[in-house]
């Protein structure tokens, strides 16, 4: 939620906050990862040079005190935060802005180096879905590791926007997210925060110093750039109390990640299934690869718009056909109508099927959509809900998946895995430069000649 406000207008004091009556009853955080594990890993998203020393500055410090590895990614330089300087064009300030951020950064974890991507300071909105991409590739498999940025709703627009790119990466990788007011301590009033997910760090007397020295290396906000008119400090005092209180604190918000279904739409045909040869070549051989004639009860995790899943009832009794996206499977019940025996699901691919006894399963270009953790849930949910003499098609696109952690490599070698481990087999693969497919089961699945 952008927010009309200025630096120098009068906001709600620190004290403020601390008398509502939620802030007492603040959960403290511990630095663990969503399933309760230690995290060996801190990956930090700021929007400007000193986002991440204002609102998470103690916890840098105090992670890398631990022996946590600490990475810190600048979007910006803040090149813009004194528009009307006379004596600091932005490419002054954003050197200016660099040499601090390093500087504050080896004061709260020495050793550690921030990455900055140059983005324009302002236009962060505009640059969302590659950050998201940066973050993922930085995170891969976001097990162990705790990913910090800027509210989601700070009220400013930059912060705002690393917010929702951290929320998206967070979801695809599985990272642990947690988001730091920055200007909302300004502009809000006292006790309008979501306060059942918000998580507090109590600072040492010797972490609140030497964050406060951190921020006092950032020179170019703290003190005014000089004495003309345009040169004047940034984070005045009353702002800065906020940062300056002993303890730092966090939002814990669910996580979301819409591109699908906005790309669901946004387009009748994302993928193509209906007009190019390579999907209709695809499907027909998957079909090929099944090695039944006809099979009782089939699940397709990750249906789309139903274009394959209309391919495989002409071979099956029954069709369970589940996606993630409302759009693609409104899509789907348009194209298959009243198709007998299809039945169409929405909800993430890897949420277990119980009472489900599928003797078919097919996993085609969804496996890399997932976070490894939610990789290998989908693999058990398949396992548990398949019958002893089922069989389970794999089908990926062979590229790099941009803004995704896995590719179709990781989803068959998982899957393979699973099956070796039951004492299954792989019966038959098709390799090209572009799809890989891959048949599972047991060992008699595949019929004899003269069958």
Known sequence: MTRAFTHDETGTPAAAWRR?????????LELVDRDGTPCDRLVVLAA???DECLGAGGLVH???ARGLAVDVIVATQGEHSHPRSPTHPPSRLAALRRVESEVALHLLAPGATPTFLGLVDGRL????DGLVDVLVSRIG????TLLVAPWRDDGHPDHDAAGRAA?????????RLLEHPVWSWHWRDAGDLPWPRARRLELTPDVTARKREALAAHRTQVAPLSPAAGDETLLLPGFLAHFDAGDETFLELPTADDALDDLHRAETDPWGVDRRWYEERKRALLLALLPARRFARAWEAGCSTGALTQALATRCDHVVATDASAAALEAARGRLGDVPGVELRLGDVATPQPGASYDLVVVSEVGYFLSRAGLERLVDVVGDATTPDAVVVLCHWRHPVVGWPLDGADVHAAFRDHAAARGRHTLAAYVDRD?????????????RPGE
Do not use: I, K, Q, Y
């Open 20 to 28: 509502t009556t939620s802030w007492s009853a603040v959960a403290p």
């Open 125 to 128: 909105a505009d640059e969302e």
């Open 141 to 144: 498999d976001g097990r162990r």
């Open 48 to 50: 400007h040079p000193d």
């Open 167 to 175: 929320a998206v990466a967070a979801h695809r990788t599985g990272a």
């Open 435 to 447: 799809v890989e497919l891959l048949l599972l089961g047991p060992a008699d699945a595949l019929p």
């Open 62 to 64: 105090v992670a890398a």
